[in-house]
């Protein structure tokens, strides 16, 4: 009866609920990871600094000297809260719960491309990374729980949260060629990095730069603040990402320039 009654206050899962979840993984600081302690069994719940790889699973360093680490080798399932924490009532905002497993990253080329992200993102890790106890650690998300608000409840499924089917064809292609591409644009076109921030996502004023690119979106930074920019179409290859930069710049230059505080409206002063 319990269950039947949850699912009723469950919607229906659409592109939007597909949207806000991912946005919310793409741009989260940190999370609790909840994982289960050996001795007792009992939940244990920790806080981890959170990137993302290329296909939206969250990743995030430990130290194999951590009883966190012990926990894992014993368990792999866990769960993973993320969602931000402004002012005003916590269970008012938006977060998503993931249930899955957590495994070790051993290749070589991918602990690099998750270093790289990582420290994009966070670079104060700079101090401990490279530490030898520690590794990279992905959540393969298996099934999540999406509270968009109140009575905005979802159950979103792996294939929910991945990447779309146009875009993984290129995830190979866009991965070789990322981190050049996030250098070009942070050195030679930062105005256009501001204009993306600024104009399309209504972010305020400051040093934004590119941190990553995904077939989906770019994700954007400046200081703390963490953004999302989603391109209308995955890329399907990596030789489609100079042309949609191009036209998210066009677009960006074509709308009005925001007003700063203080300054009054042109159809007011």
Known sequence: MADSADKELLQSVDAEARRRAKTLIRTAPAGALALM?????????????????????????????SGRAGAVASDPRASLLIGPLAP??????????????????????????????????????????????????????????LVAGFGQAYTLSAADLSIAPAGRAGLA?????????????NADHADAVALYAERLLGAPPGRWQVVGIDPEGLDLRCRQDLRRLDFDQPLTDS??????????????????????????SPDTA
Do not use: N
């Not at 292609?173 to 070009?184: F, G, P, Y």
């Open 88 to 145: 005003g009532d916590p269970l008012a905002q938006a977060r998503i719960t993931l249930m899955g497993t957590v495994r070790a990253v051993t290749d070589a080329a991918e602990r690099a491309r998750l270093r790289r992200r990582y420290l994009a993102r966070q670079p104060k890790a700079k101090l401990y990374i490279d530490f030898a106890d520690f590794a990279f650690w992905r959540f393969e998300v298996e099934r999540a729980h």
């Open 239 to 264: 030789g489609a990402l100079k042309a949609t930069l191009a036209d998210l710049a066009r677009r960006a230059r074509a709308m009005p320039e925001p007003i700063a505080a203080g300054q009054p």
């Open 173 to 185: 292609d866009l991965a070789a060629m990322e981190e050049s591409a996030v250098a070009h644009m």
């Open 37 to 65: 302690e050996p001795d007792t069994g009992r939940p244990w719940a920790t806080r981890v600094g959170l990137a993302c790889d290329l296909d939206g699973a969250p990743v995030f360093p430990m130290s194999s000297l």
